[in-house]
């Protein structure tokens, strides 16, 4: 009943009105002298509205209890209470139908349920659940396995608390709730065996594609190995040609060989990333001084610019990122015709030894189409299949660069237009101490504050040569134009203040290039690609000028401006010339000079090493690689052989390897145990390891750049040690360590 419907009978019963019943049986009551009726009447209605309140309170919370149980069964979820005094389970509709019955017996305590979980689980679920009684923690969940109805073994999570406690602390019920997670645990089965299987067949891809490597690099190996040998026999021009050709196909042969290769490492996750000393700048140089030979083939610029802040002595994997800029530098000269490859370096941000540099690789060639930026950085896919007809190429260089940045914490992206040129960046971390800095060259006194005209019909070139000589401490003038170079000289002489050197492009045709070495009387630096350096070298029109290859680096500059102006203007400088009293100080021994052969493909660096050597008293033949270094060791005995190791064509270890062998084919060398030549690296990496690597090729000396006046003196006394020593005698060199 409710109130209002009372109010309603008690105002029929008694006759009084329907608005305030209770009001008006009291007042008649109390009329009559019936007080104590009226009181107890009173309280007998206060009861019976209380009686009635408690019964709508308990059917609300029936109701909502009974909703929360229908949601329950909506989740599938099972929910009971267990009573752990009397050990009974106060079981629900949804745990009634799931574990009422199970093999025909009823679950109806404690000990009933766990006897049905599988035995391999029980141990782990006591200790799970303990967790909890003994209030180490306030909720438990575990996973187990349960015999279901059907005899089958089904995966429940079980999650449970404690819901009371006895005065002692003790815990007297627990609610436990169950959830089927079977279908979830078969699909993670299921999910672990897809993934199983794609990583034993991705295993089993890496195995064969290394195989298959190792299987087709065998027989050609064999092949370069002996067209070399034939190669370095009395051929004709036919002869060569063919057997160069054959060379040629076999090394892109292998070069896409060893891609797949790297790809298979990275793929069946075995590639590692070592992590060493290197100097960012001579790695960088040498990578880019290899393709740059190719390029100026071409009739294009290679261009490196290195921030002034960006650090040299470097932590990381050298190696792995000499491939990655090769690869894209690379392409960069594949794909352009004419114009300029760049590659710029970049500090991006410094954190503790963290360093993260930004790469850029700018080419002015046929350009991506913006569809295609993601796609080319998937194995065997090119921009263009046009492009892969017309300028070769597996599409597999870009998918390892892509893989090897992500290796070296890095990303890449690029961005180009076709016909416009590619531009593709790329990041990588590095280790390097929080204070280290990028290297610095001090320039004689005499040089600094000295004027420069750069002459040069590239932009870009024209640009980083000023800068790189404004670091120097030079005062520097430019202009792309060589016609205008008389009216600057003169103006420049009028006013009082000469340019001091003039550094120009040898390629410019007249009145630029070579034609400026008429014009000048001061110091010309020629800036000549691969290709003019011999004709440079061979035409004898300068023979008192240093001329640079290109791409021309910062310590490069360095050197050539010392060494021309220690050729040139000595007197004026005031920079003191070698004394003949020195040539004993630089290890030279005037009556038992040396005959060295020097094999270096740095023009600068060919100056400086020989005006040392000369000066110390000995004689000097220069090659400019490898291949020259074996037709002059054919040609004439040396008693030392100064071995570049990174040059074109023929490196210097292959070089050493080569005179090594041909030294042993000799019939006067069998037997004779020492060796009549003595060959040193002469090598600007200074890593560790790279002299036991020289010395394993055959080297008997090792000596890194910049060379040291000192270190030179005691190498140049060991090979006269080693050239008076008896044929067969080693023990002028057991103590020596490097």
Known sequence: M??????????????????????????????????????????????????????????????????????????????CEWDLVSRKIKQSSAWQRRFGIIDGTPVRCIEDWHAWILPDDRAMVGERLNTVLQGRAPLMEVEHRMRDQDEGWRWWLLRCRVTLRDGEGKPTRLLVLHRDITEQK?????????????????????????????????????????????????????????????????????????????????????????????????????????????????????????????????????????????????????????????????????????????????????????????????????????????????GLGLAITNRLVKLMDGQIWLESEPGGGSTFYFTSRVAADSNAAAPSFELPAGLKGRTALVVDDCPHALALIARMLQRLGLEVDTTDDASRVPALVAERASAGRPYDILLADGGMPPPGGLALAQEFDNVLLLLANHAQRQEFAYSGALPSRTHLVKPVFEDNLFDALRAAFDVVDLQRLELRRFDVDEAAAMGGDASDPLNVLLVEDTPVNQTLAVQLLTRAGHRVTVANNGLEALDWFEQQPFDLILMDVEMPLVDGMEATEKIRAREASRSWAVGEGQRQCYIAAVTAHAMQGDRERCLAVGMDDYISKPIRRQALNELLKRAIEHRRAPKGDLSLLQNWTG
């Not at 008694?14 to 305030?20: K, M």
């Not at 792995?320 to 794909?335: D, E, Y």
């Open 2 to 79: 409710t109130s209002a419907l009372l109010n309603r009978q008690i105002a029929a019963a008694f006759g009084v009105s329907a608005e305030a019943p209770l009001k008006g049986v009291l007042d008649a009551l109390q009329s009559a002298g019936l007080s104590d009726l009226a009181a107890n009447l009173v309280n007998l209605l206060v009861e019976i509205e209380d009686t009635y309140n408690r019964h709508a309170e308990v059917e609300r919370r029936a109701e909502k209890a009974r909703r929360l149980v229908d949601c329950l069964d909506l989740t599938g979820d099972v929910l």
């Open 186 to 394: 078969r699909s993670e089965a299921a999910l672990l065996r897809a993934k199983e299987a794609a990583e034993t067949a991705n295993r089993a891809r890496g195995a064969f594609l290394a195989n298959m490597s190792h299987e087709i690099r065998t027989p050609m190996n064999a092949v370069v190995g002996m067209t070399e040998l034939v190669l370095d026999m009395a051929l004709d021009d036919v002869q060569r040609g063919y057997l160069e050709t054959v060379k040629s196909s076999a090394d892109a042969l292998l070069t896409i060989i060893d891609d797949v290769l790297d790809l298979s490492k990275i793929e069946a996750g075995r590639l590692e990333l070592e992590s060493v000393v290197f100097p960012l700048r001579n790695v960088l140089g040498d990578t880019i001084r290899g393709l740059a030979v190719s390029a100026h083939r071409k009739g294009l610029e290679v261009l490196l610019d290195v921030a002034p802040d960006v650090p040299d002595r470097l932590y990381g994997d050298p190696t792995r990122l000499r491939q990655i800029l090769s690869n894209l530098v690379g392409n960069a000269i594949k794909f352009t015709e004419r114009g300029e490859v760049a590659v710029e370096v970049s500090k991006l941000r410094h954190s503790g030894m963290s360093l993260y540099l930004q790469f850029i690789v700018r080419d002015t060639g046929v350009g991506i189409a913006p569809e295609l930026h993601e796609q080319i950085f998937d194995a065997f896919m090119q921009g263009d299949p046009s492009t892969a007809r017309r300028f070769g190429g597996t």
